[in-house]
């Protein structure tokens, strides 16, 4: 009998001894995860693998059997926001309404523009050098945020003549002139504005 881990990969269980230091060194890859996201969204620069471990609490060692590469580790710090991103816009849907549901995705988008800030650098040499696929992060995003739409065009809570290149593009415009987190309030501003733009116009009361 198998199971499947926390990254999807099958692992054997029939012995608590065996799968124990599986599950540990999954979960030691998410915090290592978690702290260099979090690294990355406060830096102004490109921070060191040395940088990141330490904030983490561990030896270089440990974070570079994890992400052998600098490229490994913004890979995975990448993928893991698209993912959140992707199903976010689904796991918003099922418990908010579509137009609050925007709303919150749009944070998770700053959070992942303010993530690629601290390794912008090596991003783009990925992207360039074809190890990652830019237009299919960019269909991806699209089509999560046409999920939240076209709810909302169901709903009534969303205007129906608006489509996701318009929203994708804003949000771009807006984090790019107020990046988080140094100017969140200004561009939480934005968003709001942005929000009150997308709702339809409210039909006059019959006299």
Known sequence: M??????????????????????????????????????????????????????????????????????????AVYQDQIVRLTSGARELLAHLPPAESMRRWMDLFGDWTAAKNGMLGTLRAMIESGEIAHAQTRAELLTAITTILAAGRTAGDLRSDITAEDIAASLIGIFTVFPRPEQEARADRLLNLLMDGLRPAARPTPR
Do not use: C, K, W
């Open 2 to 75: 198998s199971d499947r881990n926390t990254n999807g990969a099958r692992s054997v269980s029939g012995e608590a001894g065996v799968r124990a230091p599986r599950a540990d060194a999954a979960r030691n890859r998410d915090q290592l995860l978690a702290v260099a996201t979090r690294v990355f969204m406060s830096a102004d620069g490109e921070p060191s693998m040395r940088a990141i471990a330490r904030e983490a609490g561990v030896g270089i060692a440990t974070l570079y059997r994890h992400f052998p590469t600098r490229e490994s580790l913004v890979d």
